[in-house]
T-cell receptor, first 115, second 110 residues
Framework: DAGVIQSPRHEVTEMGQEVTLRCKPISGHDYLFWYRQTMMRGLELLIYFNNNVPIDDSGMPEDRFSAKMPNASFSTLKIQPSEPRDSAVYFC?????????????FGDGTRLSIL | QKEVEQNSGPLSVPEGAIASLNCTYSDRVSQSFFWYRQYSGKSPELIMSIYSNGDKEDGRFTAQLNKASQYVSLLIRDSQPSDSATYLCAVGGRYSTLTFGKGTMLLVSP
């Protein structure tokens, strides 16, 4: 079975540029999560979707960050304009719903460097 | 603010020893608990899930849960150098969310 697929794997861009990260969740999973991981703060939940609907975006650090999920098999996280402090590894994860928390399965991540 | 606390380590053990990794959490109503392993430069990989008090064994791994003490642990028996990684404890919250600890780095020396 295909896991969570993220692209690109690496992104290096200059400050002020728009960055778009992409994610394809595991088929049949109805939750999708976007995380950011840094050494200082660990894994931080940015936003998550249930059945393509954003449920909680309180983890999004600023209005420069936005996320969409136009259908069950695709989501994007956009940063515009990007800043050096946005440099981090961004993970997408998906899980099934259920009467109790199901494990989340992670993509390989996008390592983002803003110069 | 829900919190999940782990000792950052590194926890150093010799090959063949038992590694014990610990995690405490603040949300008393949490019912779902997970351990993930993350190798350097890789993504978190699910090792174990546990939902009930007591022990759950899977191969060399044993997860232990004590909800009264709000404590979860992971034991790795016969530790191997390939077990060297950061271990993340995750606690279930609302709407299938997980709160992650910052992880404990485990180093297994040959």
């Amino acid at each position: 079975d295909a896991g969570v697929i993220q692209s690109p794997r690496h992104e290096v861009t200059e400050m002020g540029q728009e960055v778009t990260l992409r994610c394809k969740p595991i088929s049949g999973h109805d939750y999708l999560f976007w995380y950011r991981q840094t050494m200082m703060r660990g894994l931080e939940l940015l936003i998550y979707f249930n059945n393509n609907v954003p449920i909680d975006d309180s983890g999004m650090p600023e209005d420069r960050f936005s996320a969409k999920m136009p259908n069950a098999s695709f989501s994007t996280l956009k940063i515009q304009p990007s800043e050096p402090r946005d440099s981090a590894v961004y993970f997408c994860a998906s899980s099934k719903g259920g009467f109790r928390n199901q494990p989340q399965h992670f993509g390989d991540g996008t390592r983002l460097s803003i110069l | 603010q829900k919190e999940v606390e782990q000792n950052s380590g590194p926890l150093s053990v010799p090959e063949g020893a038992i590694a014990s990794l610990n995690c405490t959490y603040s949300d008393r109503v949490s019912q779902s608990f997970f351990w993930y392993r993350q190798y350097s430069g890789k993504s978190p990989e699910l090792i174990m899930s546990i939902y009930s008090n007591g022990d759950k064994e899977d191969g060399r791994f044993t997860a232990q849960l004590n909800k009264a003490s709000q404590y979860v642990s992971l034991l790795i028996r016969d530790s191997q150098p390939s077990d060297s990684a950061t271990y993340l404890c995750a606690v279930g919250g609302r709407y299938s969310t997980l709160t992650f600890g910052k992880g404990t780095m485990l180093l297994v020396s040959p």
